[in-house]
């Protein structure tokens, strides 16, 4: 089992920033590919940005040039560092972890982050 703890969500307004965290625990083994992906009310949940133990990083095009994504392995942690935020970035963040052999994932409870005009 791996549990996932979220941070770093908040109000803020439009063109500020945000850093999401992430930290995993429990049975983590190396080869693993953590990602935060968010949902707004009414809509379908969507990838924001994914990134691998190698570093190796994808984004939705729509957040590119905008958000990144980073990871520290000595803490199995990921974070999403949020620039030039919008209105319609207001959603509910969650983070996922999965092994990339195995099939198993795992998702943290979430964080709002809530973009003002």
């Known amino acids: 089992q791996v549990q996932l703890a979220e941070s770093g969500g908040g109000l803020v307004q439009a063109g500020g920033s945000l850093r999401l965290s992430c930290a995993a625990s429990?049975?983590?083994?190396?080869?693993?590919?953590m990602a935060w992906y968010r949902q707004a009310p009414g809509k379908q949940r969507e990838l924001v940005a994914s990134?691998?133990?190698?570093?190796?990083?994808y984004y939705k095009d729509s957040m590119k040039g905008r958000f990144t994504i980073s990871r520290d392995n000595a803490k199995n942690t990921v974070y999403l560092q949020m620039n030039s935020l919008k209105p319609e970035d207001t959603a509910v963040y969650y983070c996922?972890?999965?092994?990339?052999?195995?099939?198993?994932?795992?998702w943290g409870q979430g964080t709002q982050v809530t973009v003002s005009s």
């Open positions: 429990g049975s983590i083994f190396s080869s693993n590919v």
């Open positions: 990134i691998t133990a190698a570093g190796t990083t």
């Open positions: 996922n972890f999965r092994h990339v052999y195995g099939d198993d994932d795992y």
